[in-house]
């Protein structure tokens, strides 16, 4: 059985769903790289069939902002979601507003959906109708995309879980703290 470690307090479907995230944008961004890396994941339209090199810094910078954006989603359902952690100078301890991940986190996820939108139009208007590339690559090309569909709901979902979790919540104590109080 899979151990997923979170707060205690958060439900099993919200760690879950958290953890799904960078799962669902890794085949995306395992494809840009391909891509990148000269495979023939797709018929290139440029000249020579290659990519350049500003162009390949961009699809790689995207993989990894997508990936690490993805890897935020932890947040929501790991400590260091709700306070900051210790090693980080000048906020290390302090107690994390839930706004300050719910406003992002939806916000993302409203930009999330608009690209989702804007494929689906893209699509039937017939504005994407420029790939070239064999039926294999063009499955291969859509196995690795279709996941990213299920991010915005994700995100969504976990962070409504964290938002009812923390609203209203009382501020943690700190054990040492309470420790210094105790024994005035």
Same mark, same amino acid.
């Given at each position: 059985m899979l151990k997923?470690?979170a707060?205690p307090?958060v439900?099993r ?7 799904a995230? &960078?799962?669902i944008?890794?085949? %995306?961004g395992?494809w840009r790289?391909a891509?990148?890396a !000269?495979?023939p994941?797709?018929e290139l339209?440029?000249? *020579?069939g290659? /990519?350049?090199?500003?162009?390949s810094?961009y /699809?790689? %910078? #995207? %993989?990894?902002?997508s990936?690490?954006?993805? #890897?935020?989603t #932890?947040g929501l359902? =790991?400590p260091w $979601?709700?306070?900051?952690? =210790? ?5 290390g $301890?302090r @107690? /994390? ?5 719910v406003?992002p986190a939806?916000?993302g996820a409203?930009g999330l959906l *608009?690209l989702? !939108?804007?494929f689906?139009?893209a699509?039937y208007? $017939?504005l !994407? +109708?420029?790939?070239?590339g %064999? ?6 090309l859509?196995v690795?995309?279709v996941? #990213? ?7 969504i979902a976990?962070?409504?879980?964290y938002? =009812?979790r @923390?609203? *209203?919540?009382?501020?943690p104590q +700190? &054990?040492?703290?309470q420790g210094?109080?105790?024994? =005035?």
């Amino acid at each position: 059985m899979l151990k997923v470690s979170a707060l205690p307090n958060v439900p099993r479907w919200a760690v879950l769903a958290a953890h799904a995230v &960078p799962l669902i944008t890794l085949p %995306s961004g395992l494809w840009r790289l391909a891509l990148v890396a !000269g495979l023939p994941v797709l018929e290139l339209p440029t000249e *020579g069939g290659t /990519i350049g090199v500003g162009e390949s810094l961009y /699809i790689v %910078s #995207l %993989s990894l902002v997508s990936e690490a954006l993805a #890897l935020l989603t #932890l947040g929501l359902v =790991r400590p260091w $979601g709700e306070t900051v952690p =210790r090693w980080i100078p000048l906020l290390g $301890g302090r @107690r /994390i507003p839930p706004l300050a991940a719910v406003i992002p986190a939806l916000t993302g996820a409203a930009g999330l959906l *608009g690209l989702v !939108g804007w494929f689906t139009y893209a699509q039937y208007a $017939g504005l !994407g +109708d420029g790939l070239t590339g %064999s039926p294999a690559q063009k499955a291969l090309l859509t196995v690795c995309y279709v996941p #990213l569909l299920a991010w915005a709901p994700l995100l969504i979902a976990v962070t409504v879980a964290y938002h =009812r979790r @923390r609203a *209203g919540a009382p501020a943690p104590q +700190d &054990p040492q703290k309470q420790g210094l109080l105790a024994r =005035r």
